[in-house]
């Protein structure tokens, strides 16, 4: 049955959802962005001859609404012994039409989130300067869970950001680990939701 799974570590659910299945009935397409181009590949090794069961596992931070549109019949009308299973991070970046298609298993950690080191709605620049300040005492970890802090402290504020904005929270993830300096990872953000409060 094809299903989306819900994952925080992708490698790690690629490395377990590949146990025991022979490379020729496995395909991986582990993309950062999954575009129409990949979609066309996936339906062509949907049709590539197999014997018994295949999996085709689709892993990527970004799914295009086009690839998605594209994918809808195969992944409705798979042929016999073909498995889809697509990996994402959350729910909002699948369409609607592919959701209602799918089983969905979560299997993120539900972590507690720790309060944002400022008050969104009483940010001003030295509440700005002084969060960077800290910033330089960060862990990886701590400043991956005060990127995921800040949106939650963002939503709370009944701040609304477009795709586009949260793109920027999703590359700020991705880029705090090669960082050396993190204040370069937090102030587009900070200064983005700034203007965003003064509107």
Do not use: W
């Not at 925080?8 to 991986?28: F, T, Y």
């Not at 690839?67 to 992944?75: D, E, R, S, T, Y």
């Not at 620049?125 to 949106?151: C, G, M, P």
Request: hydrophobic share 45%.
């Amino acid at each position: 049955m094809n299903k989306i799974i819900l994952t925080h570590d992708m490698q790690a659910q690629i490395d377990i959802l590949s146990r025991g299945i022979s490379p020729d009935n496995l395909k991986i397409f582990y993309k950062e962005e999954f575009g129409i181009d990949d979609a066309h590949n996936v339906i062509a090794e949907s049709f590539i001859g197999f014997e018994g069961h295949k999996r085709i596992i689709i892993a990527t931070d970004k799914f295009n609404h086009y690839a998605q549109n594209a994918l809808l019949k195969v992944l409705e009308e798979s042929p016999s012994g073909l498995e889809f299973i697509l990996l994402g991070r959350n729910k909002n970046g699948f369409l609607p039409t592919i959701l209602s298609r799918m089983i969905i298993e979560d299997q993120r950690e539900h972590l507690e989130i720790l309060p944002f080191g400022i008050e969104i709605r009483k940010m001003g620049l030295k509440e700005v300067y002084d969060f960077l300040k800290k910033t330089r005492d960060f862990s990886i970890q701590e400043a991956r869970d005060q990127i995921q802090s800040l949106l939650y402290a963002v939503k709370d504020a009944d701040i609304k950001l477009s795709e586009s904005e949260l793109d920027f929270f999703n590359e700020a993830l991705k880029a705090q680990a090669s960082y050396q300096r993190l204040e370069y990872v937090f102030l587009p953000l900070l200064l983005m939701i700034l203007q965003k409060v003064r509107g």
